[in-house]
């Protein structure tokens, strides 16, 4: 009688993984940062914000402006004007650069002194024509003729309350897409975007405490900060001459979500770049959105202030101390 086969050798079992065990998170991305309700150090006052939203409600963002030869040859030079807002309580003056501290400045340059009263509300200064035009710096980008944009500036911190104790003073640098309620700093409301010295932290469209980011601003300091635009990746393939940038992004409507460009925000601080984040990480339902600085909206550098300060605003390209590197 034949014997059955005998049953193949039955292997153990694989061994369970050690739950107990902690897993190494250092190829991990970093947790996202964290949102505030308040600031550490100034929270301006609740109406304020109301009145700023209610404001924007009913004067909504303005289309691109059509720029002429003379005023684009300006804004690549950066020789636009600072304009004093109603708000600000203050000078506003300019100089030509006499004593270096960037051994870059050139005869014939110009930098912004402003100087507020104490007791300065909030305000913000903007300028005369945008660092970003979405006429021509987009359409160039989406078309695929211009790699990429970057709209920057710079501020050298003079005196934040002029040596006085206590006293609540502070500025910010940011972007925004116009018009914007020049009495709420950079950031706080739609279309803009700020770094505030007092607290250090970063505010997108953000009447909150903002994120962390850096370390509040120091007498001394030439802080900077920048909006980089480039081609999303995920865009088909450009046709150059295709149309200005409302024609040419027709025809991306539906790619990535609408996203036609990638935008990264960088910070300097004595002309080295301290951080950076993309425009468009952590945005959820408790964020206020990027509308109008996505690229698709002119973009103006502004400082904010509030309190006794002293700054000197730098636009223009031959005196910047950050030199791209």
């Not at 700054?311 to 791209?324: A, D, M, P, Q, S």
Request: glycine letters at 12%; hydrophobic letters at 30%; proline letters at 10%.
């Amino acid at each position: 009688m034949n014997q059955p086969p005998p049953y193949p050798p039955v292997e153990p079992p694989p061994a369970y993984p050690d739950w107990t065990s902690v897993p190494d998170t250092s190829t991990l991305p970093p947790p996202p940062s964290v949102g505030y309700l308040t600031s550490p150090t100034s929270n301006a006052p609740e109406i304020e914000a109301e009145r700023a939203q209610e404001w924007c409600r009913q004067y909504p963002l303005y289309g691109p402006r059509s720029l002429s030869p003379s005023e684009l040859s300006a804004i690549e030079a950066g020789k636009i004007q600072l304009i004093k807002p109603r708000e600000y309580t203050g000078d506003v003056l300019f100089r030509q650069p006499q004593q270096s501290y960037n051994e870059k400045e050139t005869a014939g340059g110009i930098i912004w002194l402003c100087r507020t009263w104490s007791g300065c509300r909030d305000a913000s200064l903007m300028t005369d024509l945008p660092l970003y035009s979405a006429l021509h710096h987009g359409s160039g980008i989406i078309n695929g003729s211009t790699p990429s944009r970057t709209a920057y500036f710079e501020v050298r911190v003079l005196s934040i309350g002029r040596g006085e104790p206590n006293s609540d003073s502070s500025l910010a640098l940011g972007f925004c897409a116009q018009p914007y309620p020049s009495w709420r700093m950079p950031g706080w409301e739609r279309g803009s975007l700020g770094v505030h010295g007092d607290d250090g932290r970063r505010y997108v469209n953000d009447n909150g405490g903002g994120k962390d980011f850096t370390t509040a601003f120091r007498e001394g300091e030439v802080v900077g900060l920048g909006m980089t635009f480039s081609r999303s990746s995920s865009l088909p393939p450009a046709y150059p001459g295709g149309g200005d940038y409302y024609h040419q992004s027709q025809m991306f409507n539906g790619f990535n979500g609408g996203r036609k460009m990638d935008i990264k925000v960088f910070f300097t601080r004595n002309g080295k770049v301290e951080g950076s984040w993309d425009l468009h990480e952590e945005i959820d339902v408790e964020d206020g959105g990027v509308q109008g600085l996505e690229g698709d909206y002119d973009i103006y550098p502004a400082v904010g202030v509030f309190g006794a300060v002293d700054c000197e605003v730098v636009l223009e390209k031959g005196l910047l101390l950050y030199r791209g590197n």
